[in-house]
């Protein structure tokens, strides 16, 4: 039994809300429906509050004294959009909040499910599949429409998915949002900077996203995190403990001292193995500049987390350029990994700096998962599949 909320919008499809309304309450979920005018010129709003023995919510001003879109967006597990049509799936997209609906949508911080429905037209317009795809990139399950008839008369994409689908992907989200209830999980990301003097420094382009959507998806999951995040200009999840460093060797003393107890602690970061001997303490000049930089190694974290056995499951992540596995694996036993995940940053479109990425997970265990290429809130996603059936595995198999 979980506690709902149901956003019906203004297409002809809100009719096959009802009855999927009728089901989640069936199946003994609690169900807060929120209409927009559009959705009311379909469907009476009387027909939901028989459903559900509650009130249907149809107006900000409807219950002012309760705030309702935030007191609905905390108290829900999960928020369907069902149907969602171009106009909230684009407002959505945006960040527009003019309606009720809408404002919840922005305010939660549950999973979103949303079903669109539309003519096939407006859904295969470039505009509608680039909002789909930037709610993909932010975690919303998109259950994807159906080709069949349409109202217009027309056989095309755009049918409201069946309610099968619709409730298959509402359970999903909703498993995932216990899966690391009461666990602990640390997550390192972004790059360091090694310091030349107070204006340069050794870095790299890494920008710790793909760390940062692994730390929101923990957190989604239920689990308590604390992410090491080096300086980047992306934003860390809300939810998450985020200690902030510059240099490798914070990042190292950061880690270390939050590792102890760590159910699952994966080093994303791409952290400098090399710092300059000497640090400047003002601007080194041109004309007074060494011809070379004398350097020495950092240390390094993954492998004293091993070493030392200061967490229960350990990954690391390879970032490379050729035989990538073989380096994987190789950086998996010598630094006593219960398993990794590698990435091409090669491929043009994916790795450092970039919405998508590639990865492959390798586990102690022998086993090689591919989660292929997808937007990196996607990938966080099959990462933490992924890692699920690796822990089992470990459990499983002789230390």
Request: hydrophobic share 50%.
């Given at each position: 039994?979980?506690?709902?909320?149901?956003?019906?919008?203004?297409?002809?499809?809100?009719?096959?809300?009802?009855?999927?309304?009728?089901?989640?309450?069936?199946?003994g979920?609690?169900?807060?429906?929120?209409?927009?005018?559009g959705?009311?010129?379909?469907?009476?709003?009387?027909?939901?509050?028989?459903?559900?023995?509650?009130?249907?919510?149809?107006?900000?001003?409807?219950a002012?004294?309760?705030?309702?879109?935030?007191?609905?967006?905390?108290?829900?597990?999960a928020?369907?959009?069902?149907?969602?049509?171009?106009?909230?799936?684009?407002?959505?997209?945006?960040?527009?909040?003019?309606?009720?609906?809408?404002?919840i949508?922005?305010?939660?911080?549950?999973?979103?499910?949303?079903?669109?429905?539309?003519?096939?037209?407006?859904?295969?317009?470039?505009?509608?599949?680039g909002?789909?795809?930037?709610?993909?990139?932010?975690?919303?399950?998109?259950?994807?429409?159906e080709t069949?008839?349409?109202?217009?008369?027309?056989?095309?994409v755009?049918?409201?998915?069946?309610?099968?689908?619709i409730?298959a992907?509402?359970?999903?989200v909703?498993?995932?949002?216990?899966?690391?209830?009461?666990?602990?999980?640390?997550?390192?990301?972004?790059?360091?900077?090694?310091?030349?003097d107070p204006?340069?420094?050794?870095?790299?382009?890494?920008t710790?996203?793909?760390?940062?959507?692994?730390?929101?998806?923990?957190h989604?999951?239920?689990?308590?995190?604390?992410?090491?995040?080096?300086?980047?200009?992306?934003?860390?999840?809300?939810?998450?403990?985020c200690?902030?460093?510059?240099?490798?060797?914070?990042?190292?003393?950061?880690?270390i001292?939050?590792?102890?107890?760590?159910?699952?602690?994966?080093?994303?970061?791409?952290?400098?193995?090399?710092?300059?001997?000497?640090?400047?303490?003002?601007?080194?000049?041109?004309?007074?500049?060494?011809?070379?930089?004398?350097?020495?190694?950092?240390?390094?974290?993954?492998?004293?987390?091993?070493?030392?056995?200061?967490?229960?499951?350990?990954?690391?992540?390879?970032?490379?350029?050729?035989?990538l596995?073989?380096?994987?694996?190789?950086?998996?036993?010598?630094?006593?990994?219960?398993?990794?995940?590698?990435?091409?940053?090669?491929?043009?479109?994916?790795?450092?700096g970039?919405?998508?990425?590639?990865?492959?997970?390798?586990?102690?265990?022998?086993?090689?998962?591919?989660?292929?290429?997808?937007?990196?809130?996607?990938?966080?996603?099959?990462?933490?599949?992924?890692l699920?059936r690796?822990?089992?595995?470990?459990?499983e198999?002789?230390?």
């Open positions: 039994m979980a506690r709902l909320v149901l956003g019906v919008a203004g297409g002809i499809a809100a009719y096959k809300a009802v009855a999927l309304c009728s089901t989640l309450v069936q199946r979920d609690d169900v807060d429906v929120v209409m927009t005018d959705a009311q010129r379909f469907i009476g709003a009387l027909t939901f509050a028989a459903l559900t023995h509650r009130p249907v919510l149809t107006s900000l001003w409807d002012p004294e309760t705030i309702p879109h935030i007191a609905l967006a905390r108290s829900a597990e928020m369907l959009l069902v149907p969602a049509t171009a106009n909230v799936i684009a407002k959505l997209a945006l960040g527009i909040a003019d309606d009720l609906l809408l404002n949508a922005l305010a939660t911080r549950r999973p979103i499910v949303i079903a669109p429905a539309m003519n096939a037209a407006m859904y295969d317009h470039p505009a509608t599949q909002h789909l795809r930037t709610l993909a990139e932010r975690g919303v399950a998109i259950v994807a429409p069949g008839f349409l109202a217009e008369r027309e056989v095309g755009g049918r409201l998915a069946a309610p099968e689908a409730l992907a509402l359970d999903a909703l498993g995932r949002t216990s899966s690391l209830r009461g666990q602990r999980v640390l997550v390192t990301a972004g790059p360091t900077r090694e310091p030349i204006v340069r420094f050794l870095s790299n382009a890494s710790g996203t793909m760390g940062i959507e692994i730390a929101r998806e923990a989604a999951r239920g689990a308590r995190v604390d992410l090491v995040l080096g300086p980047t200009l992306v934003a860390p999840p809300p939810g998450v403990r200690v902030r460093v510059t240099t490798a060797q914070e990042m190292f003393d950061a880690a001292a939050l590792a102890p107890g760590a159910d699952v602690a994966i080093a994303t970061a791409a952290v400098s193995d090399f710092r300059p001997v000497v640090a400047h303490a003002h601007k080194v000049k041109k004309d007074a500049a060494p011809a070379s930089l004398e350097l020495e190694r950092t240390p390094d974290i993954l492998a004293t987390l091993g070493e030392r056995k200061l967490v229960k499951f350990l990954v690391g992540f390879a970032a490379e350029t050729r035989d596995e073989a380096y994987a694996l190789e950086k998996l036993r010598s630094k006593q990994l219960d398993a990794i995940a590698v990435n091409d940053v090669s491929v043009e479109g994916t790795g450092f970039t919405g998508e990425n590639t990865l492959v997970v390798l586990a102690r265990d022998g086993t090689r998962t591919d989660l292929g290429r997808a937007p990196k809130a996607e990938l966080a996603i099959r990462f933490w599949d992924a699920a690796a822990r089992v595995a470990s459990t198999a002789p230390l």
